[in-house]
Structure formats: structure tokens, C-alpha cells
């Protein structure tokens, strides 16, 4: 069984810090030229919209939206990164195309755009990786994660026609898919090994009972004058 010691590295973060001004780019380029980038975004059950599978990340309709995104899409790569290095690539390559996938599938007739999906793989893959491995450190992020963000959950139900539940809900549980089955990959709790003892197991009799040693005999010498 892998273990894993958490190590900092640069691209713990560096790859976040430049998906975040990535965005930021994406924005101020569709604003300040005048660009409707929306098409680009997921349209469920037409092929067309299947592009957006893969764009619609980078699309934001509004400074408030994406600024509401950067936060927690900052936080939870960085954390993603951090304590799951080996696979965290894997997740969210494979996270992005499953979610948005699923988002097509089931998603109303709408363009479905945003970073929000993401932001809800993560979250829910941090928070049940941390349970499914029983791991006390990746438990406690867990914790973290639901003080931080836990009233998130309630947008992963039909609350606003203008809030993409559909692409929430899709993330949410892609990332409890993908905690499950990548349990066994990345960091593992430690088990501990006790090495036998046998003086100790010479106290205790086959019936368990406790059996002490006898002690020593001392004979005193006398000395004769």
C-alpha cells in the first residue's frame, strides 16, 4: 500500500495561480473587444454543445461570477495538488470531461457556462477522499472543507433558473465517484507494525491468565571466622 509524506512543490502553487489569470484573461479579452464567448458553453443534448465539455470552464458571464468562482476554484486546486500530487492531474482532466459529459446529458436547453462545476468536483472529491480513506490528515481537510464551503450544497438543487444546478450537481457527484474510486491511489493512512516481544508473552499462560516468574532463590553465604 502507497504512503505518501505531503511535500510542497511549485506547482502546488503556480498551476492554480495561472488557471485563475487564465480566466481573469479569458474575461477582460470577451469584455473588452466585445465578445460573446457563450456559444462555447455546454448546449445539453445537441452535438454542437458537446464542445463546451471543454470550454465552458473558461467562459464566465459576468466579473461577479467568475470572482465568485476564483476563490474556492483557487483554494481547492491548490488543496487537490498539495495532498493528492499523483493523481490530481488524472482528476481533474478526467473530472472536467465527466462532469461536463454528465451536465450534457440531463442539462436544460441552455448554454451552461462557468468554472462552478469544477469548483464542485474538487470540493466533493477533497471532502469523501478524506472519509473513504480514513486518513486523519485528509479527515480533517475534509472538515475544513465543509466549514469553508458546505452551504455550497444547497445549489446542487433547482433554487435559480439563472444558476446552472445541473452543472453543480454533475461535479458534486462526479467528485464522490471519483473518491471512491481512487481510494486506493494517492496518499494511504499509515498502519502500524508491533514487532513480538516474548519475554512478554511468557507472563501469560495458553489460557491467557497472567503467569509471573518465579523469582530467584538468593542464598545467602555465611562466613565462618
Known amino acids: 500500500m502507497e504512503h505518501q509524506n505531503f511535500k510542497y512543490s511549485?506547482?502546488?502553487v503556480v498551476f492554480p495561480v495561472f488557471v485563475i489569470l487564465l480566466l481573469w484573461i479569458i474575461y477582460f479579452i470577451e469584455?473588452?473587444?466585445g465578445y460573446n464567448l457563450n456559444k462555447y458553453g455546454i448546449y445539453p443534448q445537441k452535438a454542437s454543445g458537446l464542445k463546451g465539455i471543454f470550454f465552458s470552464p473558461f467562459i464566465h458571464g459576468s466579473a461577479k461570477h467568475l470572482f465568485n468562482n476564483s476563490i474556492p476554484l483557487l483554494v481547492m486546486l491548490m488543496s487537490l495538488f498539495y495532498f493528492y500530487q499523483k493523481i490530481a492531474t488524472k482528476v481533474l482532466i478526467f473530472g472536467l470531461f465527466f462532469s461536463g459529459l454528465l451536465t450534457w446529458s440531463f442539462a436544460r436547453p441552455s448554454y451552461h457556462i462557468g468554472a462552478s462545476g469544477i469548483v464542485y468536483l474538487l470540493v466533493s472529491f477533497i471532502?469523501?477522499?478524506g472519509?473513504?480513506?480514513k486518513?486523519?490528515?485528509l479527515t480533517a481537510l475534509s472538515l475544513i472543507v465543509?466549514?469553508?464551503y458546505g452551504g455550497m450544497v444547497w445549489y446542487i438543487f433547482p433554487t435559480e433558473d439563472r444558476i446552472s444546478w445541473e452543472g453543480h450537481l454533475a461535479g458534486f457527484l462526479v467528485g464522490f465517484i471519483f473518491a471512491y474510486f481512487?481510494?486506493?491511489m494517492g496518499p494511504q493512512p499509515e498502519k502500524f507494525q508491533f514487532t513480538e516481544n516474548e519475554e512478554f508473552e511468557n507472563l501469560f499462560d495458553e489460557d491467557g491468565n497472567y503467569n509471573p516468574p518465579e523469582e530467584p532463590i538468593i542464598k545467602e553465604e555465611s562466613n565462618t571466622n
Request: no cysteine; aromatic share 38%.
Open 182 to 184: 481512487f481510494r486506493k
Open 146 to 148: 465543509v466549514f469553508l
Open 127 to 129: 471532502f469523501f477522499s
Open 131 to 133: 472519509i473513504f480513506r
Open 135 to 137: 486518513y486523519y490528515r
Open 10 to 12: 511549485k506547482s502546488v
Open 31 to 33: 469584455i473588452k473587444f
